[in-house]
């Protein structure tokens, strides 16, 4: 039974660096889906994707979840959350078992499963994903489902995502205050990337970027599975931040500039030379007459910075052979215009923009135009999780409870899926 799922209604909620958003759903017995309530509101809580202030953040979420419930009519008990950070990390593992020549059982597969979850951890740091990669019976590779194959030897490698304790709690802290209890945590880019990438790039080999406010989310995808995962700390916020640095002007009004004509297009800088724009600074404050090739300068230095970094992960991790049908750019920060063409020419590899799209055969959710944007995937991923994933564990309880249920919770999840 999917504990997500209450009543027929299934809740999923983004807390963004910038924004929360919750989703409100109802699934009928016939697998039918309808999307009854959406709240938005601006976050002011987390630094780099990460709660550092519970009080605001449990504001907005009661001001998001306020308005899905007002709008869906009906009040939300439980909810899928996302999680992500710079202390998120993650490795590839093996684990390996004797079956002795018979043929191997779902119990073999647990054991061996528990095998590669065996992994130094700092004390920190707890397992959130543990994702099957392949098996291997006795010397045959890459096998995708083990169950029933005959060997004496079976080998798993599985994909470990861990975080911080902390900030786990604090999001399921932050959740419990605003009156709503978290019925599964799911690292932000899974959710994305099942949002965003079609079932055939997942197979091909693909890689996803959620290029968010605090925070870009990477991830790979190949024969359907995880390949490699990473969060870097750098994002849409330090364009603005930047920006307003750079020209000096509040934060609130580089945002605004960022938004209406920002750019990252090279052509774009040339054809700026002689525009400019008046910038009311506020109160008393007076205005000031910003270069637009200026602004354009600055965005490209970041744009450049953020995909360097990228370039070299790809590079250290030799992952462009897992990517033969190139990355896929969501998240808010895509929207910037000249960003595809940008991390197309310095990745050389395609690159696509990404929007929710409904790609499950068993969910008819027909997406409602607000939600038709990059800044949506991941709460629109985090809702197709929720409703479509079978057998999870009751959680509920008092915070601890609840707390460690949902780390067993968390380690768990994707592996029911195997
Ligand atoms: N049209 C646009 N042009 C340029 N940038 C944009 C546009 N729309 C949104 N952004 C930027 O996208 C970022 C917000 O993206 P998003 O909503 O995906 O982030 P988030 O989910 O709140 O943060 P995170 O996932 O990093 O915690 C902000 O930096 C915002 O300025
Ligand atoms: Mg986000």
Request: with cysteine; aromatic share 6%; glycine share 10%.
């Amino acid at each position: 039974m999917n504990k997500n799922i209450i009543g027929g209604v299934v809740t999923a909620i983004d807390i963004g660096t910038t924004k929360i958003v919750v989703v409100i759903a109802r699934l009928d017995s016939y697998g039918r889906t309808e999307i009854l309530g959406i709240g938005h509101h601006p976050s002011h809580g987390l630094k780099k994707g990460v709660i550092v202030n519970i009080g605001v953040t449990v504001d907005s979420i009661k001001a998001a979840l306020k308005e899905a419930q007002a709008m869906a009519g009906i009040k939300v008990e439980a909810a899928c959350v996302g999680i992500s950070g710079g202390h998120i990390q993650s490795l590839n593992s093996t684990g390996v078992v004797a079956i002795k020549g018979r043929d191997v059982g779902q119990d073999d597969i647990d054991r061996v499963i528990e095998a590669a979850k065996a992994v130094p951890l700092a004390k920190d740091q707890y397992i959130l994903h543990v994702l099957p990669q392949y098996f291997r019976v006795d010397g045959q590779e890459y096998i995708l489902d083990s169950l029933g194959m005959y060997g004496v030897r079976l080998e798993a490698q599985v994909h470990i995502i861990t975080g911080a304790v902390a900030s786990a709690q604090n999001i399921i802290k932050a959740c419990e205050l605003s009156g709503v209890r978290v019925s599964d945590v799911v690292l932000e880019q899974l959710a994305s990337a099942a949002a965003v990438l079609t079932p055939a790039e997942q197979e091909m080999g693909t890689g996803i970027l959620d290029i968010g406010g605090g925070t870009c989310d990477f991830a790979i995808y190949k024969d359907g599975r995880i390949r490699h995962s990473k969060v870097l700390p750098i994002a849409g916020n330090h364009f603005t931040n930047d920006i307003a640095v750079g020209l000096q002007i509040p934060f609130n009004k580089a945002e605004e500039l960022k938004k209406l004509h920002g750019s990252v297009l090279r052509p774009t800088m040339h054809d700026l030379q002689n525009c400019y724009v008046d910038v009311p600074l506020g109160f008393d404050e007076g205005i000031k007459t910003i270069a637009l090739s200026s602004m354009v300068e600055i965005i490209n230095f970041r744009a450049e910075e953020i995909l360097d970094l990228f370039l070299e992960e790809i590079n250290t991790y030799r992952l462009r052979a897992l990517m033969p049908c190139g990355l896929v750019l969501t998240g808010g920060g895509s929207l910037l215009p000249g960003m595809k063409e940008l991390a197309q020419e310095m990745l050389d590899m395609p690159v696509r923009v990404g929007y929710p799209q409904t790609f499950h055969e068993d969910l008819s959710y027909s997406l409602p135009d607000i939600l038709k944007s990059p800044i949506y995937s991941t709460v629109y991923g985090l809702l197709v999780h929720a409703s479509g994933e079978r057998g999870f564990g009751e959680i509920s309880g008092n915070s601890d409870a609840l707390f460690s249920r949902v780390l067993k919770r968390m380690k768990s999840w994707v592996y029911d899926l195997f």
